[in-house]
């Protein structure tokens, strides 16, 4: 009798134990692992997926658009709201106060500008690690996915780098660990600039001039912002953010990409009237 009620007392338990284990190895809907996302139309997908997260900002945390930090606290735009206080730290900005601490300890404006920007900034990274693992052959587009990746990357990196000066530069060889150690002064802010330029040149060397599919990045685009980086570059500053010097050879080169410019609006141009007229006797 004892052993009886001894297997009745131990029965539910095991019952509970062995529930337990397969509640606990239930593996969640609506979520990916890098397992499942090998193949060529995934890697599409996690493209998209970068470009997309650079519209999942919004108005009080704009990656999007720079009417806060620009318009706002230049004077050619109002906080505008109901008062004052509505969406108070803004008006720190627009009357641009210097001693307000921390942002009036609000995380809206440039602490979620930041967040948003490094989650796009980890999209485009985590596109590129997958991509990585594909051939030409699994994958024709490979290399100009990859420009159209670290042309995303360069331009939210811009976007930090104007915004905060010094950030910490993320790319895909980093694991999530190595992340939470680098540190906002990794670089220089003139290799900082070199490490934002190389995505740029990447993207000109491999993007085409023009894409089949509009809004994709192009060649052209990557043209501009290298000359924009340059552009930065050149007025060099100390960390008073003064600037001492006006480098002439990266003027040179922003000159140097505006040249390259107009030899192809002249070439897209002749090539574009040549269509028309083209057109127009055919028909």
Request: charged letters at 20%; a neutral charge; hydrophobic letters at 40%.
């Amino acid at each position: 009798m004892r052993h009886l009620i001894i297997i009745i007392l131990i029965a539910p338990a095991l019952l509970l134990v062995t529930g337990c284990k397969k509640f606990l190895d239930f593996k969640p809907q609506g979520t990916l692992v890098e397992e499942q996302l090998t193949t060529a139309a995934a890697a599409e997908g996690l493209v998209t997926s970068a470009y997309a997260a650079i519209g999942n900002d919004f108005w009080d945390a704009p990656i999007t658009s720079m009417w806060l930090y620009g318009s706002v606290r230049s004077d050619d735009a109002y906080k505008g709201g109901g008062a004052v206080s509505d969406f108070g730290e803004f008006n720190s900005y627009e009357q641009y106060n210097l001693t307000t601490p921390v942002n009036d300890n609000s995380v809206r404006g440039l602490p979620n500008t930041w967040k948003n920007a490094y989650f796009a900034i980890s999209r485009a990274n985590f596109a590129l690690k997958q991509l990585e693992k594909l051939t030409t052959s699994q994958m024709p587009k490979k290399v100009v996915r990859q420009a159209e990746a670290r042309f995303l990357r360069g331009h939210l990196h811009f976007l930090l780098k104007v915004l905060f000066k010094n950030i910490p530069y993320i790319d895909e060889t980093l694991s999530p660990d190595d992340i939470l150690t680098v540190s906002n002064r990794q670089y220089t802010n003139d290799k900082l600039w070199d490490k934002i330029a190389e995505d740029f040149q990447f993207a000109i060397t491999n993007l085409p001039a023009a894409q089949p599919e509009v809004g994709r990045a192009n060649q052209l685009a990557a043209k501009a912002y290298l000359a924009k980086v340059r552009l930065y570059q050149a007025y060099e500053q100390n960390d008073a953010h003064q600037v001492t010097a006006i480098n002439q050879n990266r003027l040179n080169e922003v000159v140097k990409i505006a040249d390259s410019f107009r030899v192809f609006t002249q070439i897209f141009f002749a090539l574009y009237c040549k269509k028309v007229l083209t057109d127009k006797v055919e028909t």
